[in-house]
């Protein structure tokens, strides 16, 4: 274990700085938010990394549920989800980059050699494991915390004909390439779905039971629900410790175990049926660089993002998601009654 110092260089990568020794678990007064236990906690200070505004947020692990959350979520949150900048709702930019995804996105569905070697060396997680669950393309999906609705735009291009994306984000109602979007919460959609999807967008919502019975309730029979979430159950977490990227203070609110995501959706009528891991070497490239003192807009993103992307890193993240040790999860949950 090595001491660290914010902001140090030397800080080398596969260094163990989260915290330890004798003040590394205690108990607090303060329940679990999840599991309701009073047992051992640790807090984890993180800092704002995304636009490295270095503000400080204390997060809480529960060591009985492995959950970490947010102890005390800012009362002015949206100035951490900046409109002209926030990447959720930019669209894609470059012609080259979007044909050359496009025949990624088509290997999904069988239909693109070249795409079948693109999506080996650039996969893309959110519409495999959509397309995986989807029953045809005449699946009503419902994409919850959509962003600018690209995955769902992908998912159109691939022929894919009833598609729904909510946002918070978003302003009023549109029908955008193929796409209806609606600006709100999950409440404000009608009709029944045979797949809810939230990617990457549970740990940023305050009501977790809430916003899953939400999905529950807008399920068609035999319906699923798709989670994919960063989990605090990982190696990157356990190296990179407060620096570990997804903690992404504040914005995420909720970093779920496999335990603490099945206390939720059960809480909520909801079973889950299947784990899995899509972490990338994201995972390390963006902790190093946070852990630098670097924020991920800062000019030497790149450069970190390069070093890191190799196969050595995407085969290490592989094998970690095959552990169970990838940062990201993809949990299929179903009622509990069907
Ligand atoms: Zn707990």
Redesign the pocket.
Known sequence: MSAFIPGSKDLKPFEIHTPSGPHASRSTSEA??????N?A?RTVEAREHMYGTSESFRYVQ??????LYLASPPADMARFYPADSYYSVRGMRGALRRWAMEARDKSYVGESLLGRLLAKRFPNSAIASTVALAKGRKSRILDVGCGSGDLLKSMARLGYVNLVGVDPLLQGSTLSDGVQLHGGEIADVPGQFDLVCFHHSLEHIADQVGVLQQAASKLAPDGSVLVRVPTSECLAFTLFGEHWFQIDAPRHLYLHSQ??LE?VANAAGLEAVSFSRDSQPMQFWASQLYADGHSLVSPQAKAYAARYSTRFYRRLSAWLNEQGQGDQMVVRLRPLWA
């Open positions: 679990c938010r999840i599991c309701g236990s047992g906690s529960c060591l009985g549920c492995g959950v335990k603490s206390i």
